[in-house]
């Protein structure tokens, strides 16, 4: 059984930093692209950060240059680093990756965190 557990939200300030991370535990036998998606309140749920497995990231416009997204393949870990947060970045976080269960099969299923709640206020 795979699962995903995040860590790091929480309260802060605008133009304040937090980090997220992600991390997979279970039996498996790699991770492909690993993602953060938000959702904020009312709205769709929207990708934030994506880091393949070769380490090529994509962002959403509306965080190039303030969030970092990064991954570990040996600890299993997605880290996102945000900083200058705004009001807008309120919303509750997800972590995704795409997992390669066995070395027999080239199948890959889709995996998700809990979430964890950011909010970015004064």
């Known amino acids: 059984q795979v699962q995903l557990v995040e860590s790091g939200g929480g309260l802060v300030q605008p133009g304040g930093s937090l980090r997220l991370s992600c991390t997979a535990s279970?039996?498996?036998?790699?991770?492909?692209?690993m993602s953060w998606y938000r959702q904020a309140s009312g709205k769709q749920r929207e990708l934030v950060a994506a880091?393949?497995?070769?380490?090529?990231?994509n962002y959403v416009e509306s965080v190039k240059g303030r969030f970092t997204i990064s991954r570990d393949d040996v600890k299993n870990t997605v880290t996102l680093q945000m900083t200058s947060l705004k009001p807008e970045d309120t919303a509750v976080y997800y972590c995704?990756?795409?997992?390669?269960?066995?070395?027999?099969?080239?199948?890959?299923?889709?995996?998700w965190g809990q979430g964890t709640q950011v909010t970015v206020s004064s």
């Open positions: 880091c393949t497995k070769g380490g090529t990231t």
């Open positions: 279970g039996s498996f036998f790699s991770s492909n692209s």
């Open positions: 995704h990756a795409d997992i390669r269960l066995s070395l027999t099969s080239t199948r890959t299923y889709d995996y």
